[in-house]
């Protein structure tokens, strides 16, 4: 167990809505980190929050948003979803920016 | 986005071989990770490197951090069932762009 939770862990949704995923970092980890895994893929990076302002962006398409809150967990909403959006989606979180990264279980999305 | 080259994709071994894996970069790295990932979880971190030349072991998993800073490798000797998964490296240069890389992966499979 890395200490990183992630919420929830399996979403079925429709083409053209909108799901939001929640994570919330090791306890004392000010960095959180959002990937994208398709399937059989490697991880792609998709942006990271410090201590609640954006510190790096990826490649995370506009239809996706992020936000980390002051209680340091954060929020990636995916709208206006399509087939290929269907991945598993995992947090990360650090102590500070430039430190090991911890994953959560990830989130199993499937669009239909 | 950019990933690093890891060969081999894949692998088919029986119990008790010895694995060798390796990852290679166009880029100088400062740090390399290697972490695994079972199926449907999330990846979680084995070995941590943060100096070329540097070899460094957990349990029957040797890694090193290559002279070059362009490469590194990961060995696994006498191999078990439970070692079954696929192994990401990852690298990261700490020259303003934070975010880590990640190799493609390599699936290892054992044959009974």
């Known amino acids: 167990d890395s200490g990183v939770t992630q919420t929830p862990k399996h979403l079925i949704t429709a083409t053209g809505q909108r799901v939001t995923l929640r994570c919330s970092p090791r306890?004392?980890?000010?960095?959180v980190y959002w990937y994208q895994q398709s399937l059989d893929q490697g991880l792609q990076f998709l942006i990271q929050?410090?201590?609640?302002?954006?510190?790096a962006k990826g490649n995370i398409l506009e239809r996706f948003s992020a936000q980390q809150f002051p209680d340091l967990h954060s929020e990636l909403n995916l709208s206006s979803l399509e087939l290929g959006d269907s991945a598993l989606y995992f947090c990360?979180?650090?102590?500070?920016?430039?430190?090991?990264?911890?994953f959560g279980p990830g989130t199993r999305l499937l669009v239909l | 986005g950019q990933q690093l080259n890891q060969s081999p994709q894949s692998m088919f071994i029986q119990e008790g071989e010895d694995v060798s894996m390796n990852c290679t970069s166009s880029?100088?790295?400062?740090?390399w990770l290697w972490y695994k990932q079972d199926p449907g979880e999330g990846p979680v971190l084995l070995i941590a490197?943060?100096?070329?030349?540097e070899l460094t072991s957990n349990g029957r998993l040797t890694a090193q951090f290559g002279i070059t800073r362009k490469d590194s490798f990961l060995n696994i000797s006498a191999s078990i069932p439970s070692d079954v998964g696929i192994y990401f490296c990852?690298?990261?240069?700490?020259?303003?762009?934070?975010?880590?890389?990640f190799g493609t992966g390599t699936r290892l499979t054992i044959i009974p």
């Open positions: 490197l943060y100096k070329a030349g």
């Open positions: 990852a690298g990261r240069n700490n020259f303003g762009n934070e975010k880590l890389t």
């Open positions: 306890s004392g980890d000010l960095s």
């Open positions: 880029s100088i790295f400062n740090t």
């Open positions: 929050y410090y201590n609640g302002e954006e510190r």
């Open positions: 990360a979180s650090s102590v500070e920016s430039q430190e090991t990264q911890y």
